[in-house]
């Protein structure tokens, strides 16, 4: 046991001292950002039809679905002259508080509209918890970082249709 | 013999000198070990991370100092002192240069010139212990209890063959002196040839001494969580690992005077700058091993100490004496 035990750990000696000269593997985050799968379940986006017109009628399906209960929705009645949404109602308040989304996606699944998606951000750290309940207009808004997205041709599982059209 | 400032400002600058050292051995152990890791290190603070251990030193300083409610305050308290001391005090007899001729004063190339240095370390060694498990027993928690108690045992088993592996040079040497051993190595030939068993024990025990992978035991992490320092927080904590990173530091220039010539080279009298070298290349070592080996079971390390490292230490020494002795 013992002559083979001195060459052994002098080959591993060898072995650490080889890696010292080679290209550490680490991906510098802040500046080199791996792209995320085209299924990637971010920070959650709410869609407007064509015309300008909420998608989300305020139906609540997605607060029963979410198993965090982390969605809060408030809905009125749209009229003539405060048409938001394409529906008889919309979503006055909408909020999702962002510290106990586990970002499940169930939310995204029981939308009979595709009205609401999960989106690629994830820089979504704050300094404040408060600062993490995001209400409808932070929802509305388009994503301020552009996050780079892989190929999804590379991928054999298809992206859900949701993801792609609305 | 220097007046008394002398010294105060060889003290003072040496002391200070040892503890940048401490500060940039962490960097390049962090840098080194994630290089033969395939990771970059530190890099953020400074170019290449070098301002890394200062932001460390910040960031220490300014976390909360806790205290366990059950522990005992000021044993607690001296514990990290006590280890921090004695670890940095050991370093006052390490000759470092040639001495230097500055005005009109002849000032030496070593703090403490004391007849006995070698005996002088090694009991200095054996105190800052005392820091180790009074700092774990004042924690009052289990896993600092835990990691006293192993380190008591490792240190205590392996402070036997230290000093036996270093008989071997004091027997060849005929002296106890530190500068005395360097300038005998400068006039003749380096001990590390003649004594070469003596040098493995003395780093492999130097190795357990200082409690460096891979005999870190008293801080296993992962079975005792930190071991005598688990309870530890802020710059206390610190002072720990000061004294243990202070400790290989010293044991690596007590193994660079005893068997590589101290400040003497090969060619060019640099003094100062060779031993500084010297010490880099030791230190380099220690952080390869931490790359390359594990961790020992506790069983392993006590056979290794009592079974191995102690008969090779006590015949080497035996040997040399009737080497000595058949010469003369």
Same mark, same amino acid.
């Given at each position: 046991?013992?002559? @083979?035990?001195?060459?052994?750990?002098?080959?591993?000696?060898?072995?650490?001292?080889?890696?010292?000269?080679?290209?550490?593997?680490?991906?510098?985050?802040?500046?080199?950002?791996?792209?995320?799968?085209?299924?990637?379940?971010?920070?959650?986006?709410?869609?407007?039809?064509?015309?300008?017109?909420?998608?989300?009628?305020?139906?609540?399906?997605?607060?029963?679905?979410?198993?965090?209960?982390?969605?809060?929705?408030?809905?009125?009645?749209?009229?003539?002259?405060?048409?938001?949404?394409?529906?008889?109602?919309?979503?006055?308040?909408?909020?999702?508080?962002?510290?106990?989304?586990?970002?499940?996606?169930?939310?995204?699944?029981?939308?009979?509209?595709?009205?609401?998606?999960?989106?690629? @951000?994830?820089?979504?750290?704050?300094?404040?918890?408060?600062?993490?309940?995001?209400?409808?207009?932070? *929802? *509305?808004?388009?994503?301020?970082?552009?996050?780079?997205?892989?190929?999804?041709?590379?991928?054999?599982?298809?992206?859900?249709?949701?993801?792609?059209?609305? | 013999?220097?007046?008394?400032?002398?010294?105060?400002?060889?003290?003072?600058?040496?002391?200070?000198?040892?503890?940048?050292?401490?500060?940039?051995?962490?960097?390049?152990?962090?840098?080194?070990?994630?290089?033969?890791?395939?990771?970059?290190?530190?890099?953020?603070?400074?170019?290449?991370?070098?301002?890394?251990?200062?932001?460390?030193?910040?960031?220490?300083?300014?976390?909360?100092?806790?205290?366990?409610?059950?522990?005992?305050?000021?044993?607690?308290?001296?514990?990290?002192?006590?280890?921090?001391?004695?670890?940095?005090?050991?370093?006052?007899?390490?000759?470092? /240069?040639? /001495?230097?001729?500055?005005?009109?004063?002849?000032?030496?190339?070593?703090?403490?010139?004391?007849?006995?240095?070698?005996?002088?370390?090694?009991?200095?060694?054996?105190?800052?212990?005392?820091?180790?498990?009074?700092?774990?027993?004042?924690?009052?928690?289990?896993?600092?209890?835990?990691?006293?108690?192993?380190?008591?045992?490792?240190?205590?088993?392996?402070?036997?063959?230290?000093?036996?592996?270093?008989?071997?040079?004091?027997?060849?040497?005929?002296?106890?002196?530190?500068?005395?051993?360097?300038?005998?190595?400068?006039?003749?030939?380096?001990?590390?040839?003649?004594?070469?068993?003596?040098?493995?024990?003395?780093?492999?025990?130097?190795?357990?001494?200082?409690?460096?992978?891979?005999?870190?035991?008293?801080?296993?992490?992962?079975?005792?969580?930190?071991?005598?320092?688990?309870?530890?927080?802020?710059?206390?904590?610190?002072?720990?690992?000061?004294?243990?990173?202070?400790?290989?530091?010293?044991?690596?220039?007590?193994?660079?005077?005893?068997?590589?010539? /101290?400040?003497?080279?090969?060619?060019?009298?640099?003094?100062?700058?060779?031993?500084?070298?010297?010490?880099l290349v030791v230190v380099f070592i220690f952080i390869w091993m931490r790359?390359?080996?594990?961790?020992?079971?506790?069983?392993?390390?006590?056979?290794?100490?009592?079974k191995i490292l102690l008969p090779v230490a006590t015949l080497n020494a035996?040997?040399?004496?009737?080497?000595?002795?058949?010469?003369?």
């Open positions: 046991m013992a002559n @083979e035990l001195i060459p052994a750990t002098l080959k591993g000696f060898a072995v650490t001292f080889r890696e010292i000269f080679k290209k550490p593997i680490t991906q510098q985050y802040p500046e080199v950002k791996r792209p995320v799968y085209p299924r990637f379940r971010g920070r959650h986006q709410l869609h407007l039809h064509a015309n300008g017109l909420e998608k989300c009628v305020g139906c609540s399906l997605c607060a029963a679905a979410c198993p965090a209960d982390c969605i809060r929705v408030v809905a009125d009645e749209n009229t003539p002259d405060n048409r938001v949404s394409a529906g008889e109602r919309y979503a006055r308040i909408y909020e999702i508080n962002l510290s106990r989304c586990i970002f499940c996606g169930y939310c995204e699944l029981a939308c009979p509209f595709d009205a609401i998606t999960l989106g690629n @951000e994830y820089e979504i750290s704050e300094y404040s918890r408060d600062d993490l309940i995001y209400t409808k207009d932070m *929802l *509305l808004g388009r994503p301020v970082k552009k996050i780079p997205v892989a190929d999804p041709s590379i991928y054999d599982t298809p992206v859900p249709y949701y993801k792609t059209h609305s | 013999m220097d007046p008394w400032w002398i010294d105060a400002i060889k003290g003072f600058l040496i002391i200070n000198i040892v503890l940048v050292c401490f500060a940039y051995t962490t960097w390049l152990e962090r840098k080194l070990l994630s290089r033969m890791q395939g990771r970059f290190g530190p890099n953020r603070a400074g170019p290449f991370g070098l301002l890394q251990p200062i932001a460390d030193l910040v960031k220490l300083v300014r976390k909360e100092a806790f205290t366990p409610m059950s522990a005992s305050a000021k044993l607690y308290i001296a514990a990290p002192v006590l280890s921090t001391f004695t670890a940095l005090l050991a370093f006052a007899v390490i000759p470092f /240069g040639a /001495g230097w001729h500055i005005w009109k004063w002849d000032v030496s190339g070593v703090v403490v010139d004391a007849p006995i240095s070698l005996v002088l370390i090694f009991a200095l060694g054996s105190l800052g212990v005392y820091g180790f498990i009074i700092g774990g027993w004042a924690s009052d928690s289990k896993y600092s209890t835990l990691g006293a108690m192993r380190t008591c045992a490792q240190l205590v088993s392996y402070e036997v063959s230290l000093a036996l592996a270093v008989l071997g040079v004091v027997i060849q040497a005929g002296t106890l002196n530190l500068s005395e051993i360097v300038h005998q190595q400068g006039t003749q030939f380096w001990f590390f040839g003649p004594q070469f068993v003596g040098l493995v024990v003395f780093f492999l025990a130097g190795t357990a001494e200082t409690s460096r992978p891979p005999f870190d035991l008293p801080e296993g992490d992962t079975e005792i969580v930190a071991g005598y320092h688990t309870e530890y927080s802020g710059m206390r904590w610190g002072l720990f690992q000061m004294s243990e990173y202070v400790h290989m530091i010293t044991l690596s220039a007590l193994g660079v005077t005893l068997f590589f010539g /101290g400040w003497h080279g090969p060619w060019a009298p640099l003094g100062p700058l060779w031993f500084f070298l010297k010490l790359a390359s080996l594990p961790r020992l079971r506790y069983d392993q390390l006590m056979r290794f100490g009592w035996f040997v040399t004496a009737l080497v000595v002795v058949a010469v003369n």
